[in-house]
Structures are given as structure tokens and as C-alpha cells.
């Protein structure tokens, strides 16, 4: 049997044109515009002089790796400045791929391989969307408030946050329905990426294994373990290379440690000591201090540490909230929510233990990708809940009272995103 070709363009054009309005095109766009944001604070006019010209401090880090490969000479404070193997190799080597495709030097590497995988982000959550059918309005509002995050520009400058969310988001859309060898490949290499590029991959690489538990028909247990194997390789890799080189598997770890001056506390979550600083006069005055803001080099990390109980407690309101819903019987489909919970409560938990000895100086940057999944499992759930229960006298109030509050927290993820978008720019401490 023989198509004409008329016939296969007509039905390329009908799956192609939906593709590019729905989900390339507002990807492509959100990706620019989050260039240009930052291109306004660089005070350069070329983009290899804005870029090149935000190289700071873990974007050092991988650019050695790029240049010079993993060295370890010694746990000394001298020998740790040659020592690099506190970082995973996900995106160094994602950055000499891309160098060497597109033939350009490492440095501004760094950067086209964030913002191309920032656009393989956004083109995620938009595939999730329309999975989904989740209205017009609703894509809108839960992409805005992504977008102004407070620290959603690291997405686009010389760090591993737009890679590892991307590979993370892939793996969750192609792991749901493990119906075919194609998608178990596609899971698994996302989840290889995923666990190459941070640590925390390989705890969150264990979630598929939810569908076991589950017991859905659809699934091959052996294609769920397949998959969850081939995802533990990227971290499990790393291990090997770092025994095989330098004769200790567990480098990483160390070198975390030596940086950190301490384990990391696990329970850190739970003590006191932890919220301390909140209720701390002097804490609040520099907080709020516009000149903190902008000349403050340790302004970034009070901003962080505030992003503890603030992520804390949205993770907290939006898991009994999903609870309540599902235990009332007003919620379907909590199933395929349930690894975004759990992938939220993965990341911010171990990176909350890890910057315990540090101040919690980097969390507002490792609430990033804790807040996307967020997004997705949240409007995953309005989506699939019945809200019948609510009477018709309070929805009008309860309806102003959600666009205040929507309105509230984009406004101070604006100024927060601004203000800090332009202390990165000024090299100034953020995350």
C-alpha cells in the first residue's frame, strides 16, 4: 500500500503546525526572553561579551573540567583549588559536546549549552501541558510564575540547573507509561543525564519503581527496572571513573565534605537552630535593606536561607492539599502526581542537608527546580480535581482571594528576580 506524497505532507503539516504554536514556538520565545533580561543588566552590547563576561564561580569549576579534565591532587587548601571532582560530569561534557559541534571555544559553550537546554525545558513543561489538556489560562499563569522565580536566570548563564531540569522533566514525561521499548529508552537515557549531572539524580532515578507498586496493567516490571538501571548509570559512572583514576570511588563525597567543613545533617529540617535567624530583628532591617541589596556581598545568603521555611512550607500546604483532595474523593489521577511530590521532597531535602553547614547559602538556586515540579504537580491537580464542594456564595471570594495572592508573589518574584538577576550580573554573591 502506497501513499502519495501529497497525502504525507498534509498530514505532516497537521502535526507539525500544532507542535510549533503550542509547544517550539512559546518555548523558543520564553528561552529568548530570558537572554534578553539578562543581556539588560550585562552593560555589554554582543552577546559573547554578556555571556563570557558573567563567568564566576561554579561556572570556573566547569570550565576547568571542560579544559583540563578531572584533576585531584590532595585535600590540602592549596591542592583543593586543582581538585574538581566535587562536581559531576553531566554538564561539562554536555558543554564539549556542543563546543565542538558548533565549533566555538569552551567558555561561550557553557552557555549555549544552558540556554539550549533551557528551550529543552520549557519545551517539556509545554508537552506536559498538552498531555495534560490543561487550559490556555492556566499554561499561562503556571509559566509566569516560573519564569520570574526568583532565580530562573541561572537556567540561562554557565551552570548545570537548565540540563538537569531538563533531563529530570524528560525522564518523568517519558517514564509514566513505560508501554514500549522506545519510551523505557528515552526514560532511561533522560535518567542517565539526569544522575551525570547532579547526585540527587540518582535518589529521584528511583521513582519509577512507583509504577511496580502501583500494579498498572500497562507496564512491564522488567522494562520499570530496565529503565531505573539505565538512569543509575550516569551517577554510578562517575563512581567507577573516580576509582579507576584516582583509586577512591567515593571523591565526591569528600570533596563535599572538605568544602562544607561537615557532613551533611540530614535532620537539619527539624532543629530549631535552622529557623533561627527569622526571628532575628537585625536579620529582617538587613533583608529589607535596598543598599544590602545592592552592594551587600552576604545579602545572597540571607535571601536563601529564607527560601528554607518558604519552599518548606509550600511543599507542606500542596501535599495536604493533593492529600485532602484525594482522601475526600474529589481528585483523580493522584498516581501520576505522586512521583512529582516525591521528586520535590527528594531535592529540597538532601539539598537542605547538604548546605546545613554552609548557612544554607545556595538554596534559593537548589529551590529552582523543587518549584517547577511544584508548578507541574499543582496544576496537574487543579486539572484533575472536582471542586463542586465549594459553594457558589464563597467561589467569588475565593476566587479574588487566589488572584491577590497569584498577583502577590509574581510581584515579589519580579523585584526578586530582577535584583538578583543583576548582582549575578555584577558578580555579586546570589547562590
Sequence with gaps: MS??????????????????????LPSLALTVLQIFIISLWSGESDYVSIFKGLTQWDSHWYLGIVQR???????????????????????????????????VDPELGLYLTAQLFC?????????????????????????????????????????????????LLGFFYWSVCLDSRWRML????????????????????????????????DRRWLWVLATVGLAFLGGLGFFLYCQLRFGRWDLYMEMQSYFGSSSPNYLTIFQAQTYA????????????????????????????????????????????????????????????????HLAAWILFYIAAAAMSSLGQRSMSRYCLPVHIVQVLALVHWAKHTDFSFISQRMRPYLGVALKLGYGLLAFIFFALNQILTWRHAQHLWVA
Excluded at 566535587?86 to 565549533?103: H, K, M, N
Excluded at 500542596?318 to 493522584?334: F, I, N, P
Aim: with cysteine.
Design 277 to 340: 535567624p527569622f526571628f532575628s530583628l537585625g536579620y529582617w532591617q538587613s533583608l529589607f535593606s535596598f543598599s544590602a541589596a545592592l552592594r551587600d556581598g552576604r545579602w545572597g545568603i540571607s535571601v536563601s536561607q529564607l527560601f528554607v521555611p518558604l519552599t518548606l512550607g509550600s511543599l507542606l500546604v500542596t501535599g495536604l492539599m493533593d492529600a485532602a483532595g484525594v482522601m475526600e474523593g474529589k481528585s483523580r489521577c493522584w498516581r501520576e502526581r505522586l512521583g512529582f
Design 3 to 24: 501513499f502519495p506524497l501529497s497525502h504525507l505532507l498534509q498530514r505532516g503539516r497537521q502535526h507539525l503546525a500544532p507542535c510549533l504554536g503550542q509547544i517550539l
Design 119 to 167: 528551550w529543552l525545558m520549557w519545551v517539556y513543561l509545554f508537552l506536559f501541558y498538552r498531555r495534560w489538556q490543561i487550559p490556555l489560562l492556566w499554561q499561562i499563569l503556571a509559566s509566569l510564575i516560573i519564569f520570574i522565580y526568583p532565580t530562573s536566570f541561572y537556567l540561562c548563564v554557565g551552570y548545570s540547573e537548565s540540563l538537569f531540569i531538563a533531563s
Design 186 to 217: 528515552l526514560a532511561g537515557i533522560h535518567g542517565l543525564v539526569m544522575s551525570a549531572t547532579r547526585i540527587v539524580g540518582l535518589p529521584v532515578a528511583l521513582i519509577p519503581l512507583l509504577n511496580l507498586w502501583q500494579g498498572s496493567r
Design 69 to 103: 579534565g578531572y584533576q585531584f591532587v590532595g585535600f590540602d587548601k592549596i591542592a583543593y583549588e586543582q581538585s574538581n571532582v566535587a562536581f559531576f560530569p553531566g554538564y561539562p561534557l554536555a558543554v564539549a559536546g556542543v563546543s565542538r559541534l558548533l565549533r
